[in-house]
């Protein structure tokens, strides 16, 4: 099946693009986290957000899930890791699957977490940002999953039922303080990466004071590259380059939300969303006539 519209992200922006898309009774398909966005969960209260004044960020989180859920729009869970512009439509791949859309709406926000040395050159070889997705590739071999959120530690579990051997490095303090769930079969390693190498492939994670022999490496964070995401996509610093309709260079192709630029605002990134949507949705009717 080819959708009208593709949108990656579920965060507000992506959410409400989907709203939208779904009243202008188009064909789509939304990716993301059925749990929603972490961030509006953890806000202790939203101010600035119209209509919606003193509002703590699980009760706006709440009403975003019963909006959604009114209107009957499934979240998809498929972690997309590329996005191939193909002539008349997007080619959207996670591990072995693929889906197509005519159209494409990226709204994958923003990650405060900086490449390591190695991460952007293998990827794809040897380098990976979804467990789900690669984990048959490294059965039998060794493994070592850098987490940066919770999502991390599930993968780190996965990976453990396939790999010879999963190390786990968590990134960021916050994971630290809740590795209870993990593998006991999994080592864990309190040390800070700093590069990654290879020849055709990966085969080393190095830190500060030793290096890890290693097959693959998976990055495991809230928010992927755009430019790892798109090939060809121009970016404006580390967020994606649009004009005032959300377009970004490549045609069909949207964006809106954090991962356009500051301000990094719920209120923006809805109203970003519909910009998008009402924006696919013009240019699906231009390329019909």
Known sequence: MRYDIAIIGSGPAGLSAA?????????FIIFGNKTLSNKIEKAPSIDNYLGLYNISGGELKERFENHI??????????KIT?????????????????????????????????????????????????ATCDAPLYKGKNVCVLGYNE????????????????YFVPMRNTIKKDLSSID????????????????MLVNKLNFQDESLDIDGVFIIKDS????????????????IKVDANMKTNIAGLFACGDCVGRPYSYLKSAGQGLTAALNAVDYLAKKDR
Do not use: W
């Open 151 to 166: 999502e991390a530690i599930h993968e780190a579990n996965f990976l453990n039922e396939i790999a010879s051997k999963t």
């Open 69 to 78: 859920n009114a209107m009957d729009i499934e979240i998809d869970e498929h």
């Open 224 to 239: 992927m590259s755009p430019k790892n995401l798109v090939p060809g996509l121009e970016l404006d610093g580390q967020h």
């Open 82 to 130: 590329n996005v191939y512009a193909m002539g008349d439509y997007f080619a959207l791949t996670s591990g072995s699957e693929m889906f197509e859309a005519t159209t494409v709406i990226i709204a994958i926000g923003t990650d405060s977490a900086k490449s390591i040395e190695g991460e952007d050159t293998f990827l794809g070889r040897g380098v990976s940002y979804c």
């Open 19 to 27: 709203v939208n898309a779904k009243i202008r009774n188009k064909s």
């Open 184 to 199: 006991e079969k999994i080592e864990i390693l309190e040390k800070k990466p700093t590069s990654i190498e290879g020849e």
